[in-house]
């Protein structure tokens, strides 16, 4: 994975006009510095909430980057091998922050006479957005849909995904296409629950948790929590400078909370904040938590355990009895999150090895994503029956199983393509791989003709239904229903 990053783009950044960002976590917004180092110039349109989280994970991650490549450095001058250098630098990454482009969500922006794009609300995470873009000349346009990461109706904080109903081309994630995710209810129970445990026995509660979203969803039910008395009043540590800095945008960009947030603001709260809170920026901040005796709950990065000051946690609580491991986000294959989630005894952390002893809660419900079945309802209000969906951002066996699900569920065109592969977008589907005879060809020529004069009468009635009368629309009802009568014919003899 890692060495993925430092890959070739397989393109040439110079020749990208624009990129769109969908939101801000940071495997979809990571490579943007080594994207402008490598000679991208174009503007990055995101939304506002976006464009301000994203800053600030760019700048963390390139100073990880640093670190990580002088370390490895120190290392290599030892053993006499050359210097690594960083994927980018905090300089590059701050030279990102000119191209950032905030536009509104729900408005259509004209990039070009044969571009345009609108952002529209995903409800993962404060700011995500679903790509609708129109591109094509006006005789043969063609929409595409780029779902970046889908949230779900029950997500904390932000608004619910907007519904599209239109596509040709539809990019469609599925990190959890293939389960169900538990209800949010009863992943509140199994917080308080896991609260309730370590707090009798007097030890410290674990919660890895990414800096953005994750964690302000934390703070937010937490001081729920707190003021509805669910929970004894302990010290909760908000143990990363990167999260503290996260929650104060959060805090700023009340116009895209939900309602059940707002409630909480016009209530006269803080929607991330409560008196038992504590914030830990510093090195010494964060060592002294781990000296300190006593119940406590203790939120820090990364998200997987893998980097970070969870780490430390780690090793400090993970071998205590009565202590607990919260796991609330995704755990990726070959992470020590997952090798925890996945009962392993013991795992190694700063070269030794740590014995699990605490109690593991594994609790799915505040996953930002869409599970199978929410996947599956936004589809539901697709009303594209030509539309192709290329299944992405899942493994890929996951992408494969819920790619069969959408088949025969809807009866859509589906594909999951490979990292680096080129996607037409008026080709054919590449599973038809019979060799046509030339008047067959010909034939098929013909007919994606029609869908293409299809879809430019589909346009226009689409972008200007108020301007067509009433009797230009029953002549057109009256000439679809004769092509469609033709058309059947024709399948009815050939078939
Ligand atoms: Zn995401």
């Known amino acids: 994975m890692e060495a993925l990053n430092r890959k070739e783009w397989g393109f040439s950044p110079r020749q990208i006009a624009a990129v769109f960002l969908t939101h801000a976590h940071i495997d979809h917004c990571g490579r943007i510095p080594k994207l402008v180092k490598d000679g991208f110039r174009g503007k990055i349109f995101t939304t ?32 006499g091998r050359p210097d690594v250098a960083p ?37 993962h995470i404060l700011g995500s957005s679903i790509l ?19 949230g779900h109706k029950h997500q904390l904080i932000v608004k619910d995904p907007y519904h599209v109903h239109r596509a040709d081309t539809l990019f469609l994630e599925s990190t959890y296409g293939n389960r169900n995710h538990k209800s949010i209810e009863e992943s509140r129970k199994e917080l308080i629950e896991a609260i309730h445990y370590s707090h009798q026995h007097g030890e410290k509660v674990m919660i890895p948790a990414f800096a953005v979203a994750r964690t302000q969803e934390l703070l937010f039910l937490l001081g729920e929590f707190f003021r509805k008395g669910l929970i ?18 959060f805090r700023r960009m009340r116009e895209f909370y939900d309602d059940e947030t707002l409630a909480v603001v016009n209530k006269g709260h803080d929607p991330f904040d409560f008196p038992q809170l504590v914030l830990s920026r510093t090195a010494e901040e964060s060592m002294a938590i781990n000296l300190t005796a006593g119940p406590a709950i203790v939120i820090a990065g990364n998200g997987m355990c893998t980097a970070g000051r969870i780490k430390h946690h780690l090793k400090h609580n993970l071998w205590r009895k009565g202590a607990s491991l919260v796991v609330v986000g995704f755990q990726a294959a070959g992470t020590t999150g997952r090798s925890i989630v996945e009962g392993a005894s013991s795992v190694r952390i700063f070269g030794e090895n740590i014995v699990v002893r605490a109690k ?16 599956l309802d936004w589809l539901s209000h697709l009303d594209s029956p030509h539309v192709r969906i290329n299944v992405i951002h899942g493994e890929e066996e996951i992408s494969r199983q819920f790619a069969a699900v ?36 010909a ?22 239904p108020e301007s067509v009368p009433p009797e230009m629309l029953e002549a057109v009802e009256e000439g679809i229903s004769e092509i469609e009568r033709r058309i059947d014919a024709l399948i009815q003899s050939i078939g």
């Open 360 to 375: 593991v809660f594994t609790i799915g419900g505040f996953s930002a994503h869409a599970d199978q079945k929410d996947l």
């Open 232 to 249: 004894p009043r302990m010290p909760v540590y908000l143990d990363s400078p990167l999260a503290i800095a996260a929650t104060s945008i």
């Open 87 to 123: 994927l980018y630098t905090v300089k590059e990454a701050e030279d990102c922050f000119p191209l950032l482009e905030p536009v509104a969500v729900d408005e259509r922006v004209d990039l070009a006479s044969d571009l345009s794009v609108c952002f529209r609300n995903a409800g």
């Open 48 to 79: 506002l909430p976006t464009a301000e989280l994203v800053k600030i994970l760019l700048l963390d991650s390139a100073h990880i980057q640093e670190m990580e490549a002088e370390w490895e450095s120190r290392k290599n001058r030892r053993r």
């Open 406 to 441: 959408v088949r025969q569920r809807f009866g859509y065109r589906t594909y999951v393509p490979a990292i680096g592969e080129t996607i037409h977008l008026e080709a054919a589907p590449p599973d038809v791989g019979i060799e046509l005879k030339a008047a067959e060809r």
């Open 443 to 464: 034939g098929r020529e013909r007919v994606s003709a029609l869908l293409r004069k299809a879809r430019a009468l589909e346009h226009l009635l689409e972008s200007a």
């Open 132 to 150: 609708e873009i129109w591109c094509g000349s006006e005789t043969s346009p063609h929409k595409v849909v780029f779902t970046g990461d889908l």
